[in-house]
């Protein structure tokens, strides 16, 4: 790197948010993950606009639509959209104008979308049978007993990976025909009030609580995080798996079970559940009540990529 690089600065010295520190951010009410990529989508464009000689707060719409500009072609629209939305929440927390309101940066953003396409790129949910493949892989050893448990209660909880590994033994109750799983603190849920999932019994083997009792039993696990690291000499690590972990699993059962592993993610677990009990016939207030969704638009979405109106609306065009 030379004197006259124009990056230098921008890499020794980046910019810090002007009276916004990390604890300003958590009082505003948003999810901590929400947090993370404002904070960073912030410290990028005040080292845009530190570079080009531009003033980052307030800053001004042509600022924000050049900034728009330098990042097309590099991310996607979606993740643009994020990066916007910092820009936007910061100035609003400031107490300052939203430049992204102003009808330049607007038609910017919307020219954007029409060349690189706005459709979000999204996994295949695991569908049960899907799910029911991956689990017929898994070897009977005790990490493939803790896959087990993780993709049945995954599946049958409509469960984020946040949640699913944020969950501890003292969470579950075992109450003869059904297990309760308390889940403590979700992505809507950031006031902590709590959500309790009723999962039946099911007379099958694919059992979710048979399956969880299976994995707490042989990794004797009787307190603290349900789901735990297991090492290859078959050793059970005492902290929780992190939401990643869960992605992986997804992947390596997939492929073991000879289906795309590209294809699916930690998510695939939760829109797999809201597309198989769509797709049987079960009411969106009955799905709601088991995946906690507060938006019945949210859910629809999930609903119509199942294709389920549109399956529907065929077989009453064709009397059948």
Same mark, same amino acid.
């Given at each position: 790197? =030379?004197?006259?690089?124009?990056?230098?600065?921008?890499?020794? @010295? &980046?910019? =810090?948010?002007?009276?916004?520190?990390?604890?300003?951010?958590?009082?505003?009410?948003?999810?901590?993950?929400?947090?993370?990529?404002?904070?960073?989508?912030?410290?990028?464009?005040?080292?845009?606009?530190?570079?080009?000689?531009?003033?980052? #707060?307030?800053?001004?719409?042509?600022? $924000?639509?050049?900034?728009?500009? %330098?990042?097309?072609?590099?991310?996607?629209?979606?993740?643009?959209?994020?990066?916007? *939305?910092?820009?936007? !929440? +910061?100035?609003?927390?400031?107490?300052?104008?939203?430049? @992204?309101?102003?009808?330049?940066?607007?038609?910017?953003?919307?020219?954007?979308?029409?060349?690189?396409?706005? *459709?979000?790129?999204?996994?295949?949910?695991?569908?049960?049978?899907?799910?029911?493949?991956?689990?017929?892989?898994?070897?009977?050893?005790?990490?493939?007993?803790?896959?087990?448990?993780?993709?049945?209660?995954? !599946?049958?909880?409509? !469960?984020?990976?946040?949640?699913?590994?944020?969950?501890? +033994?003292?969470?579950?109750?075992?109450?003869?025909? =059904?297990?309760?799983?308390?889940?403590?603190?979700?992505?809507?849920?950031?006031?902590?009030?709590?959500?309790?999932? $009723?999962? &039946?019994? #099911?007379?099958?083997?694919?059992?979710?609580?048979? /399956?969880?009792?299976? %994995?707490?039993? /042989? /990794?004797?696990?009787?307190?603290? &995080?349900?789901?735990?690291?297991?090492?290859?000499?078959?050793?059970?690590?005492?902290?929780?798996?992190?939401?990643?972990? $869960?992605?992986?699993?997804?992947?390596?059962?997939?492929?073991?079970?000879?289906?795309?592993?590209?294809?699916? *993610?930690?998510?695939?677990?939760?829109?797999?559940?809201?597309?198989?009990?769509?797709?049987?016939?079960?009411?969106? %207030?009955?799905?709601?009540?088991?995946?906690?969704?507060?938006?019945?638009?949210?859910?629809?979405?999930?609903?119509?990529?199942?294709?389920?109106?549109?399956?529907? /609306?065929?077989?009453?065009?064709?009397?059948?």
């Amino acid at each position: 790197m =030379t004197d006259n690089d124009p990056y230098r600065t921008l890499i020794l @010295t &980046p910019p =810090t948010l002007p009276e916004l520190d990390a604890r300003a951010f958590m009082q505003a009410g948003k999810a901590e993950n929400t947090l993370r990529a404002y904070r960073a989508a912030w410290r990028e464009f005040a080292q845009f606009c530190e570079l080009h000689g531009a003033t980052a #707060l307030p800053a001004s719409p042509a600022s $924000v639509a050049a900034y728009l500009v %330098w990042l097309a072609g590099r991310i996607k629209p979606a993740t643009m959209q994020v990066k916007l *939305a910092a820009v936007s !929440f +910061v100035h609003r927390f400031a107490h300052q104008g939203d430049p @992204t309101d102003d009808e330049s940066v607007r038609v910017v953003m919307a020219g954007i979308r029409r060349k690189l396409g706005s *459709a979000p790129q999204k996994k295949a949910p695991a569908i049960f049978g899907d799910v029911a493949l991956m689990v017929e892989a898994l070897p009977d050893d005790l990490g493939g007993k803790r896959d087990r448990a993780l993709l049945l209660v995954g !599946f049958a909880g409509a !469960f984020r990976r946040s949640e699913l590994v944020g969950l501890d +033994v003292g969470d579950v109750r075992f109450n003869g025909a =059904t297990m309760t799983v308390t889940v403590r603190r979700s992505k809507t849920d950031q006031e902590g009030a709590g959500m309790r999932k $009723v999962i &039946p019994r #099911l007379d099958s083997d694919l059992d979710p609580a048979s /399956a969880l009792r299976t %994995w707490l039993t /042989a /990794a004797d696990i009787n307190s603290g &995080p349900l789901f735990r690291a297991v090492s290859r000499w078959g050793v059970v690590g005492r902290r929780r798996l992190n939401d990643r972990t $869960v992605a992986r699993v997804v992947k390596d059962a997939a492929e073991a079970a000879g289906l795309e592993p590209r294809q699916f *993610a930690g998510h695939s677990l939760r829109s797999g559940f809201i597309t198989s009990a769509a797709l049987a016939g079960a009411a969106e %207030w009955q799905i709601q009540e088991v995946s906690g969704h507060k938006s019945e638009r949210v859910l629809r979405g999930y609903i119509r990529d199942a294709g389920v109106g549109g399956q529907a /609306a065929v077989r009453a065009a064709f009397g059948v």
